[in-house]
């Protein structure tokens, strides 16, 4: 049976009491879930949320990294540092960060090929605009996202790869693409995998949605053949909404 990927990314929310609060609550919760779960607290959390998180299989993420491992890097954290706490997995390229911190996709390259170089695992966000998408730009700006955020990325360590596939417009708006929709893009995505690491590989990489994902409409959206998980903003910062969305099987 196909094992969904659930992360949770809680952006910039909760101190670190509350973190370890709502951590607590997900370990209890979810003890009984077959899918792969991850949550990605603030930096500020992540060594709190680390001991909460001992001895259960919910994966700590972080939410970026810096693209060095060290040095004059004022503001920035090291990969070192995140696995010293006990960090499984980073997102990177996040439209928040492409957009309001002006990531461009070397700089979010050099992050994704560090991160693996380290044993991490990664989820690559890729996404449009609302203004790409009705300009046509939909299937060019999603290829360069993965071509370039991939680029120099062995097929050896795909298994330690997850694509994100987050459209800007549908992030905290309540919008969500629709299952036929989001599948459909998720498709064109595995496709340009493909053709970057042949059929096989494609098939077997995790593609995850993001925006707007709700109790409501996970057990739609994960029904969709490209649709391997899902990537939760908003939801996943209550118990109440996100454990729903990591047991959508029982909806
Ligand atoms: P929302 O679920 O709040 O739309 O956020 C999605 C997201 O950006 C997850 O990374």
Known sequence: MKRYFIAGNWKMYKTVSEAVALASDLVKK???????IMIAPPFTALQAV???LKGSSIILGAQNMGPEESGAH???????MLKDLGVGAVI???????????????LINTKVKLALKHGLEVILCVGETLEE?????????LRG??????????????DRVTIAYEPVWAIGTGKTATPEDADAVHAFCRGVLAEL?????AKNMVIQYGGSVKPENAAALM?????????????????ESFVPIAKFRES
């Not at 979810?30 to 792969?36: H, P, V």
């Not at 690491?197 to 590989?201: L, N």
């Open 92 to 106: 990177l390229g996040h439209s928040e960060r492409r957009h309001n911190y002006l990531e461009s996709d070397a």
């Open 133 to 141: 998408r009705e300009g046509g730009r939909l299937e060019s700006v």
């Open 145 to 158: 996202q993965l071509a370039e955020g991939l680029r120099g990325v062995e097929s050896s360590v795909l």
């Open 50 to 52: 680390s001991e909460v």
């Open 74 to 80: 004022t503001g920035e954290v090291s990969v070192l």
């Open 223 to 239: 029904a969709k053949a490209n649709i391997d998980g899902a990537l939760v903003g908003g939801a996943s910062l209550k118990a």
């Open 197 to 201: 690491y042949g059929k096989e590989a």
């Open 30 to 36: 979810l003890s009984d879930c077959g899918e792969k």
